[in-house]
């Protein structure tokens, strides 16, 4: 067990080494941050005392050791635009962005988890049909035209929802539906296809043969071992929602990270992006070492004897 | 909203910094106006200076000024406002130790003296005609002992100034609260209304203002394009008010002896670019109202802004296709073009010139990478804006794209001596024609493609009583509610 | 016959829909088992043996259909899904192939032994705990309080297999059908567990319904065998008959193929049948080894009589084989 | 006779992970073989599921390295041939006639793949090669143009065998090559082998669980427990006189199909091997009836009479048998 | 195998008939197929069938409704957009560059992922660990936040969005394919190749690759369509690929604007994507479905 955590860890750490390594070479070798910097009409001087000011101007690998160094030291630097510590910057901007990630992934779970099991039970009838269809089509839908769509109804039409912001939990009502319909579908078919094989499994057929009623059959026996592959995918998930919540969180100005990132890269903020997607990143590998905790929790075949 | 006397307004881009001196984007120079007061003020309707912190002023030589200052106004915090206040703010942003983002605004200023405690002189480098202009503008007056106290960062963190309006909550990239001054010093030339509170949102994406405008979740919004303006004009709870702006817009075109395009160094194929866009058109239908169509690369206004002596040239597609024929490329033209913003307009021009045979390949670039290859010499043609820093003065337009600096990509010695000679001559005449001679020979060899000046579309609640400037400050201290 | 039966099945046809067409699994059987009895069916792979298991227990899948005369239990219609409903589990239980699958990964072995008892019997936790260890204990497993506590992956082939039996008994049912219950086991393990089987049943007094492919199996334990080919039952009798008299060609050819020490020798040629099992898809007319027959003749293809002897039952043109 | 393949103290060792939060474990499967096949013989090999087996055959065929010893064929060491070399020596035939044939060629093609590989003959000679051996092995040649998906398991067991012969090997390694098939077509795939066998004068390496048809087959057997080789005797003495204990459990669980013998009691615990955790001393003494005092602690030699080798210490003279018998499992 | 002639001779249909049967059996996989058809035979024909040049602007006509609209004309029968720019022919020639995206992208990462796959799957032991470690690096970087800030930097082109899509979506081909090989290369007949004296890239293209292309094929149109989706967000965050190139991505991005009050010109771009996307997808699936069970007989 604590062999597995240190593996884990270090793996998690190399994964972070590697992502900050790429993106730092990405970003900076890819333009010049100190004309950003400088603004409309900056002048060659000015660029030059920015470049001098930063560091800006010397070789790029001592650069990333620098800040390589500082990271570890537990402080990612300072933004370019804002001019604020990025650490707090992205501590100020996580809890909206932790708050969507989560709410989306429970409404994803909330609807596919049961429609994938009522299509797995009522396979190649109407209600698998009509489970599928909405997955199909939700799917395919982009998920910024989908949230414009929601926010024409629901804000300009019905005036039920707040347009944008993050107050209150009314706020974050659109945000969750556009971004967690968008993964449902991949649940719902884990979730059914789980359903199906697992219903065809061996042990079913000997819980059935027990006597045992339909329900503890579906819900004791079937679904215990379905839900399995869909905690490590709600832990992918989670991860890609923080990451992919960029679109949402611009179209209702809701101001987390993913919005934070977007701002960033448009401003060429290039510590933010950063730390951003280095946090996106250190995330998804905790995120899938917790899947894996979970998951050995409900496999026993993966628990310590 | 009207009820607790608050306008909720929203802005697609946060500043990086309160302070004004660290920030270039609209809404710092709007907050900074609000939150602080400059020397002068240069009334927005009739271009007249009055004074503001400053009583009065006077010319000693060529390169001082000398400033009479106002007595009894007190900072946000309870200091007291004076000479030192002045003398520490502009000799500190002056300073390129300290990193002020518009070197523009500053590196004009050689020092700031203290005469007496209610006298200072403004010493700049040359002879600088503008200077008024650009005290009226961006050189806010921080007070002396909080600023070397807390610095730019704590300026930012719980902003103080003189300004009708003050700070009260700052959530950095998303929302700022100004709150009405209520000490505010009679007599300021910028007159306070009634509104209490205004509630700034960062909203970056352009229809989720909109839809806040439709769902009455906001105010006021400005920079709406022409199209979505003249579509929220047909709803009945919202007014559209339209106004020029200084901002210009207009083609370069890379002249450079190594120049990607040689083509462009054919004064006839830039002829043909010129003949080949309908400005008229796009300026009325797609800029919108207020656009005005340019001869010249300045904005019309700006002191030493003279058209008179600029051939004009006129849509003709035929002319323009002869024009190319002739240069050589009768059978079509390949040309790169650069832009950051209004991209509709660029869409537009590009149709125009593919209807000549010039086949512009779009590289839409965020405004720094765009600078980047310009100044690397990379670019071929150009789709720009310039908006003089609402510097009302030729000195903060032309030369910035002739005068052999950075961003010059023709350079002609000759438009550059012009430059120099107005903008370092302080008799209006002479300065004047100067500047008409040097915009006449842009002109004539065609260095760039002036095309037309922005308006801006504000929309705001059809119950908000306010008016518009060609500054682009919308002024929310005189703001009213309609009954 | 079916006079003292514990299991009547009269005419009982499994149809599965495929895409090839209609697949009929079970072609009209009948059988029955008498109490403390042991049926054994065979046959080779495919004809249909898991089908007649699972038609019994109401445990086919969605896409087959199930049609009987008679399917009864003690007299009772067991074709009834709510009677069945009551006895499956309880009276009627069943072990299947493979003890690595048929037991839930998820629930310990404790867990899923007293869950049928406690459903069928509204016992006590510690009630199904007491009964689980004492049946555990019966079927060989040392230590069993701490095994309960277990999950299946940590248990070898055969002791799962032991468990299975064990959960098979644990509501004291008075059939039990078993499904190639040895087939995954080492030749070492299967003996074992055959004889646990043999014991049980005689001790327990229990029907067996034992299906297997292993003819070893068959003569071993069976008191009745029922020889399957098709989805039908072509001969039918006591063990001793059977492997002492085979009457179908296809009986007799299955015991020719097995090297038996001692009767075949060593390098020799062994008896085989021509071909592989047909395809169950499809209509049949006729007897359905008539390609594979060595003795097959044009009337072959006409209906086939089903010859009697006593309780020896054969379905075969010819009276006798030569 | 001379030996055509030996196997000098051949071991094979795998790093294996059960669970991930376990770490790796050593799993000797193949631990320590001699083994000499002699020409034309056909040696058995028997034991139970994970002794070993395929794991040793996939040395023979040269698929696995081994991790310790000297695998010669011929007398020349494997690691000095190169594939080609190999190819031409042993080939083999694998147990799933479903997973041993490529789904997406044609027989023809299949059965060719090894004369494709080496590039022998023209094409329309290989085509002739491949009617030829299909012919032997008995499969029509219509046949030639579909897919394995087409073909019974006893079929597909028949292509295998004509890949594994159409390049005259000298050695076929079957690894269980009817345990997946019905009886009836499991005798005439025995019978088809042993005709080849004498025909096309192979060597033959049959492994197998079933000790019926292993007697049937084979000429000389060996037994394996636990990744090693506890018995190797011709057929008849094995079978006539076994010495090891596990033989003799394996010989008692035979089910002939013989009504009224009953089941037999093998004599053995319920104790199940695992290779993970191999016991101490001799590997089979948790479950040996016989066991003494030496069997937990020390580990038995090869004893080799006349052709006969035991690994027991039952009968090594060396071995004081009135040692106090340990108690058996209960 | 002879036939038995026991029963009744059921027209046993060869594999190629089963296998049609099954195809046009599926209802989802023909709908999405022939919506998919249609959508590249648009795109192919553009030259051919659309009514205006897809560029040619006319300022005086804006944003016209379509037909259905009250004021719509046949004239342009979708309407025109904000340049006056005729909208059916924008979109016929958009079919294009959605499809080129998305094929373009599925190959570059196609040949990525698949090449590491194979390899990681075949070889397993080092070469699995640095696949392995790569793809979870690949997972842990944020596409869409990577896809913008290289394209901000680089600024947007068709060139550099399928680039760069391209170098950022291997990781599921790499995924499936790796355990696909892993499946496969435990199959007996990949162990009689070697034996035979077969070359390991015999082997990996002989044996290998055409057992595993099955489902390379199904994740090449799940990503595909997942590429032409990616496109559009950047497109829509204005990061993709650049104006007037007609990409029905971009054209949503664009339509936004008029979204509230025209809200056709957004509607219409949108649809067709969603229906592209739909048909894809619904093809992936059913080829899916055809693939997956050969259940044994
Ligand atoms: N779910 C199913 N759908 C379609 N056909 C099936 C299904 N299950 C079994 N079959 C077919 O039904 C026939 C009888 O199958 P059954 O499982 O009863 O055979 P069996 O005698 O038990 O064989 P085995 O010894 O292999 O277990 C076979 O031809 C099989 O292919
Ligand atoms: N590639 C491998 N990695 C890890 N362990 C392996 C591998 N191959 C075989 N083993 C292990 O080695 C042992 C011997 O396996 P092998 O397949 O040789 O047994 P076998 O005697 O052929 O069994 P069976 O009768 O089931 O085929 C088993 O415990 C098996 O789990
Ligand atoms: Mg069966
Ligand atoms: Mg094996």
């Keep these: 067990m604590l062999r597995f955590a240190t593996r884990r860890l270090a793996l998690a750490l190399l994964v972070a080494l590697t992502v900050s390594a790429i993106s730092f070479f990405l970003l900076r070798l890819s333009g010049d941050i100190a004309i950003a910097l400088a603004g409309e009409g900056a002048r060659d001087i000015d660029i030059e005392a920015i470049r001098a000011q930063y560091g800006l101007d010397r070789p790029l690998l001592f650069q990333y050791g620098e800040w390589l160094l500082q990271v570890l030291g537990g402080d990612l630097g300072t933004s370019l635009f804002f001019r604020t510590s990025v650490g707090a910057l992205v501590l100020d901007k996580l809890p909206v962005t932790l708050i969507l990630g989560i709410s989306s992934l429970l409404f994803a779970l909330l609807i596919s988890i049961p429609l994938g099991v009522l299509a797995a039970i009522y396979r190649n009838t109407w209600i698998d049909r009509l489970a599928l269809s909405i997955a199909v089509v939700g799917q395919a839908l982009p998920n910024f035209f989908f949230a414009l769509i929601l926010v024409m109804i629901f804000s300009i039409g019905l005036r039920w929802l707040p347009v944008s912001g993050s107050g209150s939990w009314q706020n974050f009502v659109m945000p969750t539906i556009a971004l967690g319909y968008y993964v449902a579908p991949a649940f719902m078919r884990l979730v059914r296809a789980g359903m199906v094989e697992v219903l065809s499994a061996d042990y079913i057929r000997t819980a059935r043969a027990k006597g045992l009623s339909r329900r503890s059959v579906i819900v004791k026996h079937a679904l215990r071992n379905a839900v399995v592959p869909v905690v490590s995918l709600s832990a992918v998930q989670l991860g890609y929602l923080l990451g992919g919540s960029v679109v949402i969180e611009t179209i209702f100005a809701l101001d987390g990270l993913g919005f934070l990132a977007y701002e960033s890269i448009t401003q060429k903020d290039f510590p933010v992006t950063q730390a951003v997607v280095m946090l996106l990143s250190v995330f998804y590998v905790l995120l899938t070492f917790v899947g894996d905790l979970v998951n050995a929790w409900l496999d026993p075949r993966i628990r310590v004897a | 909203d009207q009820a607790n006397n608050s306008i909720r307004f929203a802005y697609d881009q946060a500043p990086e910094s309160i302070d004004p001196y660290f920030n270039n984007v609209r809404i710092g120079v709007i907050i900074g106006q609000h939150v602080w007061d400059t020397l002068v003020y240069r009334d927005p309707s009739s271009n007249e200076y009055k004074g503001l912190l400053a009583e009065s002023w006077e010319r000693i030589d060529d390169r001082t000024l000398e400033f009479k200052l106002r007595q009894g106004v007190t900072f946000h915090n309870g200091e007291a406002f004076n000479a030192d206040d002045v003398v520490y703010t502009l000799n500190f942003v002056a300073d390129p130790e300290n990193g002020v983002t518009t070197q523009q605004n500053v590196a004009w200023i050689d020092r700031a003296e203290k005469v007496d405690d209610y006298t200072v002189r403004v010493i700049s480098k040359e002879v600088f005609p503008a200077a008024i202009e650009y005290l009226s503008g961006p050189l806010a007056i921080h007070p002396n002992e909080y600023y070397e106290e807390v610095g730019p960062e704590g300026m930012d963190r719980n902003p103080v100034g003189t300004g009708p309006f003050k700070v009260v909550s700052n959530e950095p990239g998303k929302a700022i609260v100004l709150e009405k001054n209520e000490a505010y010093f009679e007599g300021s030339p910028k007159e306070q209304g009634p509104i209490e509170t205004v509630d700034i949102r960062i909203i970056p994406d352009r229809q989720t203002q909109v839809a806040e405008m439709l769902s009455q979740g906001m105010d006021f919004v400005m920079h709406v394009p022409k199209d979505q303006a003249e579509q929220m004009e047909q709803v009945p709870f919202l007014q559209v008010v339209s106004g020029e702006t200084m901002r210009i817009v207009f083609m370069q075109m890379n002249t450079l002896e190594n120049s990607p395009a040689p083509a462009l160094k054919d004064e006839r194929v830039r002829k043909a670019i010129m003949h080949a866009i309908d400005r008229e058109t796009i300026a009325s239908e797609i800029v919108g109202a207020g656009a005005r169509v340019l001869d010249v690369i300045c904005f019309p206004s700006q002191t030493g802004c003279d058209a008179s002596a600029a051939p004009t040239y006129d849509y003709d597609p035929e002319k323009s296709r002869a024009l190319l024929a002739e240069a050589g490329y009768g059978d079509g033209l390949a040309l790169d073009i650069v832009a950051y913003r209004e991209r509709n307009q660029t869409e537009a021009i590009i149709g125009y010139l593919k209807a000549v045979g010039i086949d512009a390949r779009l590289n839409f670039l965020q405004y720094a990478a765009m600078r980047e290859q310009i100044r690397a010499g990379e670019a071929e043609l150009t789709h720009q804006t310039w908006g003089s820093f609402s510097v009302n003065d030729v000195s903060a337009s032309t030369p910035v794209y002739f005068k052999f600096e950075a961003d010059d990509i023709t350079r002609n010695p000759e438009v550059r001596d012009l430059l120099q000679k107005g903008d370092t001559t302080i008799e209006p005449e002479a300065r004047n024609a100067a500047y008409r001679d040097a915009l006449a020979l842009i002109a004539e060899h065609v260095y760039g493609v002036p095309l037309w000046s922005l308006p801006v579309y504000y929309v705001a609640t059809s119950d908000l009583d306010f008016t518009a400037y060609p500054d682009e400050m919308p002024r929310f201290w005189e703001m009213d509610w309609k009954d | ?322 | 006779m001379t030996a055509v393949l030996e196997a000098n103290d051949v071991s094979r060792l795998f790093e294996v992970r059960r669970g991930m939060f376990r770490k790796k474990r050593t799993l000797h499967a193949v631990n320590g073989i001699d083994l000499a096949i002699q020409a034309g013989e056909v040696l058995g090999i028997v034991g139970e599921s994970g002794c070993g087996k395929s794991t040793l055959a996939k040395i023979l065929l040269g698929l696995l390295p081994p991790s310790e010893g000297r695998v010669r064929y011929g007398g020349r060491d494997l690691t000095e041939l190169d594939r080609f070399a190999v190819a031409k020596l042993v080939q083999p035939v694998f147990q799933d006639p479903y997973s041993s044939l490529n789904p997406r060629r044609r027989i023809a093609a299949i059965v060719g793949f090894p004369l494709d590989v080496h590039g022998i003959g023209t094409k329309a000679e290989r085509r002739r090669m491949v009617s030829a051996i299909m012919e032997r092995v008995g499969l029509p040649s219509h046949f030639a143009e579909r897919y394995p998906n087409e073909l019974s398991g006893g079929q597909r067991q028949r292509v295998a065998i004509a890949r594994a012969l159409v390049m005259n090997p000298k050695i076929v390694v079957c690894d269980e090559p009817t345990s997946a098939l019905d009886v009836s077509v499991q005798s005439q795939i025995l019978n088809l082998l042993l005709e080849l066998r004498k025909d096309l004068d192979v060597t033959l390496v049959f492994i197998s669980h079933d000790l019926g048809v292993v007697e049937h087959i084979a000429t000389r057997v060996a037994v394996m427990y636990l990744g090693r080789i506890v018995e190797l005797a011709p057929t008849h003495e094995l079978f006539a006189d076994p010495k090891h204990p596990y033989t003799r459990a394996l010989l008692s669980s035979i089910l002939t199909p013989e009504p009224g013998l009953g089941i037999p009691e093998t004599g053995l615990g319920e104790a199940y091997p695992d290779p993970l955790n191999p016991p101490s001393g001799c590997r089979f003494h948790p479950r040996c009836r016989q066991r003494f005092a030496p069997c937990d602690t020390q580990a038995p030699r090869p004893l080799l009479a006349s052709g006969h080798m035991t690994e027991c210490h039952l009968h090594d003279p060396q071995i004081d048998g009135s040692l106090p018998q340990k108690d058996a499992y209960p | 195998m002879t036939e038995s002639t026991a029963f009744a001779a059921v027209a046993m249909p060869s594999a190629g008939a089963r296998l049609r049967r099954r195809v046009f059996g599926h209802k989802s996989l023909v709908f999405g197929a022939s919506l998919l058809a249609v959508i590249v035979l648009v795109a192919l024909l553009a030259p051919l069938i659309a009514p205006y040049d897809p560029y040619a602007q006319n300022l005086l006509a804006r944003t016209q409704p379509p037909v259905w609209y009250e004021a719509g004309t046949w004239a342009h029968p979708l309407g025109t957009d904000n340049l006056g720019r005729d909208y059916l022919s924008r979109m016929i020639y958009g079919a294009r560059i959605s499809l080129v995206i998305g094929f373009s992208v599925m190959v570059i990462s196609g040949l990525i992922g698949t090449t590491m796959g194979l390899l990681a799957g075949y070889f397993g032991g080092t070469v699995d660990l640095v696949v392995t470690f790569l793809v979870t690096t690949r997972l842990a970087m944020p596409v869409i936040l990577v896809a913008l800030a290289i394209v901000a930097i680089l600024g947007g082109s068709l060139l550099v969005v399928v680039l760069v899509l391209g170098f950022l979506k291997w990781d599921r081909f790499a995924v499936v394919m790796r355990s696909a090989t892993q499946q496969v290369r435990s199959q007996d007949y990949v162990a009689a190749a070697q034996a035979a004296g077969a070359s390991t890239p015999r082997i990996l293209f002989g044996e290998v690759l055409p057992n595993v292309f099955a489902q390379l094929v199904v994740v090449a149109t799940l990503e595909a369509a997942s590429a032409i989706l990616l496109e559009a967000a950047l497109s829509f965050l204005g990061l993709g690929v650049q104006p007037p190139l007609p990409s029905w991505g971009l054209m949503i991005s664009e339509a936004k604007a008029y979204m509230f009050f025209s809200f056709w010109l957004i509607a219409i771009p949108g649809t067709a994507l969603a229906l592209l996307i739909l048909a894809i997808n619904l093809a992936g699936d059913g080829l899916r479905d055809i693939v997956a069970p050969e259940g044994r007989e």
């Design chain 3, 1 to 322: 016959m079916s006079g003292g039966a514990i299991l009547d099945v009269r005419h009982l046809k499994v149809d599965l829909a495929t895409e090839r067409g209609t697949l009929h699994a079970v072609r009209d059987i009948s059988f029955s088992v008498e109490p403390g009895r042991t049926l054994c069916i065979v046959g080779e792979s495919g004809c249909g043996k898991s089908m007649t298991s699972l038609a019994i227990m109401d445990l086919l899948p969605k896409s087959a259909r199930r049609t009987a005369e008679t399917l009864s239990f003690r007299g009772e219609d067991i074709g009834s899904p709510k009677v069945m409903g009551r006895l499956r589990g309880d009276r009627i239980a069943m072990i299947f192939q493979e003890p690595m699958t048929a037991l839930n990964p998820a629930y310990t072995i404790g867990d899923q032994l007293c869950e049928a008892y406690r459903h069928h019997r509204k016992a006590s936790a510690r009630e199904a705990r007491e009964k689980a260890i004492a049946l555990l204990e019966r079927v060989g497993i040392a230590s069993a309080g701490d095994r309960l506590g277990q999950f299946p992956h940590q248990l070898s082939g055969g002791l799962r297999q032991r468990v299975m039996i064990a959960m098979a008994l644990m509501c004291g049912p008075s059939l039990l059908i078993a499904d190639e219950p040895t087939t995954a086991l080492d030749v070492t393990i299967q003996a074992q567990i055959l004889r646990l089987l043999a014991e049980l049943q005689e001790e327990l007094g229990i029907a067996l319904v034992l299906i297997t492919h292993d003819l070893g199996i068959v003569a071993r334990i069976a008191d009745d065998v029922a020889v399957m080919y098709a989805g039908q039952i072509v001969e039918q009798g006591k063990a001793g008959d059977i492997f002492g008299d085979p009457h179908h060609p296809y009986t007799r050819g299955l015991i020719d193929c097995i090297p038996q020490p001692g009767k075949t020798r060593p390098g020799e040629r062994l008896g085989t049948i021509a071909n592989t099992v047909p395809s169950l898809v499809g209509e049949m007319r006729g007897c359905a080894f008539r390609d594979r027959c060595p003795h097959a003749r044009p009337v072959c293809a006409e209906d086939v009589p089903e010859r009697r002897a006593g309780d020896h039952m054969w379905r075969c043109v010819l009276e006798a084989l030569p």
